[in-house]
């Protein structure tokens, strides 16, 4: 079994930082495509990053130049640095991830985590 856990929300005011972590748990050859997704208030999943195994970062508009994600393959974790946050940053953080476990060859496990919640006070 291989999953996915998320750390590192809370509650900040306008214009603070937060870093979000997302760990992969279980027998893990490689982690591919991990991305950041923050509910929506009708309940989809809006892409905020993602990063490549290759270390490739996407960003939605509302993210480039604030928020950065990186990779530390050797402790299987993605990590989602926040900075200059605003309100409408406000949601439930989601990590998703593409999963190689031992043994499945090249085939991958897309997992989702339980969420983090952000909330940026004005």
């Known amino acids: 079994q291989v999953s996915v856990t998320e750390s590192g929300g809370g509650t900040v005011q306008t214009g603070g930082s937060l870093r979000l972590s997302c760990r992969a748990l279980?027998?893990?050859?490689?982690?591919?495509?991990v991305g950041w997704y923050r509910q929506s208030p009708t309940n989809t999943r809006d892409m905020i990053a993602t990063?490549?195994?290759?270390?490739?970062?996407t960003y939605d508009e509302s993210a480039k130049g604030r928020f950065t994600i990186s990779r530390e393959d050797a402790a299987k974790t993605v990590y989602l640095q926040m900075n200059n946050l605003r309100p409408e940053d406000t949601g439930r953080y989601y990590c998703?991830?593409?999963?190689?476990?031992?043994?499945?060859?090249?085939?991958?496990?897309?997992?989702w985590g339980q969420g983090t919640q952000v909330t940026v006070s004005s």
């Open positions: 279980g027998k893990i050859a490689w982690l591919n495509d």
């Open positions: 990063v490549s195994r290759s270390g490739v970062a």
């Open positions: 998703n991830a593409k999963i190689v476990p031992v043994g499945w060859g090249s085939s991958s496990a897309n997992r």
